[in-house]
């Protein structure tokens, strides 16, 4: 009688790891931010929580800056700035009444939509920059209030890597050159405001930088970290 022989057969173990197109991530990013508001009622679409976002496509960018363009508090918002200026007669060639009042809410609409727009969408898309700001959220207060006021003339390019934020700066250059377009000829002050008003720009940026950095995460419901697949590291 033969005996009998059993033969041992080592298993294979096969791992497959399932990663989303780049775009597809970014997509998904994208619509966890579009939920982000402080209070639950003003938009605070352009910051993220995940340090390791992937770039904004060029489509995405753009569909940032045109929502928070049409969001209805934007337009309260602009609305409550020209009753402002209204109230102390601010660029008085507009003169007073609803007329008045109508041109100081177009002109506050245009400034509003041409930096955003330039600012956030058409120069990032040019010159391959991130317009959102990356929460660092970890590390001593000193290292993260130094991170925020960093971020208001640095950003993030496309390539991941941090770089002077020529969008953020020639976009409020350029919005305030197009402003003269449509404000009264009284209240034009040439080419020195203009740059005035964008190192005030960078100032405020510096002030919503850090303010975002230490408080508005508590205060804004549907912030979270993206859950979303990770890309895999070897495409780029």
């Known amino acids: 009688m033969l005996s009998q022989i059993a033969l041992a057969v080592a298993r294979n173990t096969v791992d497959v790891e399932v990663t989303l197109p780049r775009e597809q991530i970014a997509e998904d990013q994208v619509k966890v931010e579009e939920k982000q508001r402080l209070l639950g ?8 929580y995940d340090p390791k976002a992937v770039p904004l496509t060029t489509k995405l960018k753009f569909r940032l800056a045109w929502k928070t363009t049409i969001d209805p508090v934007s337009f309260a918002i602009i609305g409550g700035i020209a009753g402002i200026e209204q109230a102390n007669d601010a660029f008085s060639g507009y003169g007073q009444g609803a007329q008045g009042y109508a041109k100081r809410y ?49 950003c993030k390019g496309d390539n991941r890597r941090w770089q002077p934020n020529y969008s953020f700066i020639i976009g409020d250059l350029a919005a305030g050159g197009i402003s003269n377009l ?48 990770a890309q895999d590291p070897a495409k780029p």
Not at 41 to 48: A, I, L, Q, R
């Open 41 to 48: 009622v003003f938009p605070n679409f352009y910051v993220t």
């Open 106 to 154: 177009g002109a506050a609409y245009a400034d509003f939509v041409s930096g955003t727009f330039i600012g956030s969408a058409i120069l990032p898309s040019l010159l391959k920059q991130d317009p959102r700001y990356f929460v660092k959220g970890t590390g001593s207060v000193r290292s993260r209030f130094q991170y925020a006021i960093a971020n208001s003339v640095i």
């Open 182 to 229: 449509y404000y009264p000829a009284q209240n034009r002050n040439g080419l020195s405001l203009t740059f005035e008003n964008a190192l005030i720009a960078i100032g405020g940026g510096a002030v919503g930088n850090v303010i975002q950095e230490f408080f508005l995460r508590k205060l804004t419901p549907h912030a979270q970290d993206q859950n979303v697949p």
